[in-house]
T-cell receptor, first 114, second 114 residues
């Protein structure tokens, strides 16, 4: 069974440019997460979806970040415009159900803003 | 103060050693406790999952949770060079506004040398 798939794996962009990351969760998983991982730190939640609904987006910087999960499956995370401080790993994860259920992570999308 | 504290190391041990990794936390609502392993340039991979207090053993790995002290541990017996990775503790609550959100420690970098 395929795991959580993310693309692109690596992206280098200039500051002020837009960037988008795509995630395909494990088949049947209704809960999808986007986490941000800075170098030397643990992941931090940006947004959590249950089906199509964003149920926890309190830590998403909404001035420049946006996310969507159309049809309750794939999801896209966008940054516009990117800043130097956005250089990090963007991890997508999924689970069947929410609290207490095993969360599986993708390989991550590594962003460098120059 | 962060909700989850974890010594980042680095920790370097010889092959065959017993490794002890630890985290402390402050939120008494945390009920689900996990250890993830993250290899370089990869996403976190679930290693151990424990609900509430107690011990759990899986092969060379043992997870312990002491809720009275708000302290969790991961022990690795007969450590192998392939165990060299960053180990992240993570936990979540079973109630409240942050239901379903995973809180991570910053990770401990472990190297097992032959």
């Amino acid at each position: 069974e395929a795991g959580v798939v993310q693309s692109p794996r690596y992206k280098i962009i200039e500051k002020k440019q837009p960037v988008a990351f795509w995630c395909n969760p494990i088949s049947g998983h209704n809960t999808l997460y986007w986490y941000l991982q800075n170098l030397g730190q643990g992941p931090e939640l940006l947004i959590r979806y249950e089906n199509e609904e964003a149920v926890d987006d309190s830590q998403l910087p909404k001035d420049r970040f946006s996310a969507e999960r159309l049809k309750g499956v794939d999801s896209t995370l966008k940054i516009q415009p990117a800043e130097l401080g956005d250089s990090a790993v963007y991890l997508c994860a999924s689970s069947f159900g929410g609290s207490g259920n095993t969360i599986y992570f993708g390989e991550g999308s590594w962003l460098t803003v120059v | 103060q962060k909700e989850v504290e974890q010594d980042p190391g680095p920790l370097s041990v010889p092959e065959g050693a017993i490794v002890s990794l630890n985290c402390t936390y402050s939120n008494s609502a945390f009920q689900y406790f996990m250890w993830y392993r993250q290899y370089s340039r990869k996403g976190p991979e679930l290693l151990m999952y424990t609900y509430s207090s107690g011990n759990k053993e899986d092969g060379r790995f043992t997870a312990q949770v002491d809720k009275s002290s708000k302290y969790i541990s991961l022990f690795i017996r007969d450590s192998q060079p392939s165990d060299s990775a960053t180990y992240l503790c993570a936990m979540s609550a079973n109630r409240g506004s942050t239901l379903g959100r995973l809180y991570f420690g910053r990770g401990t970098q472990l190297t097992v040398w032959p």
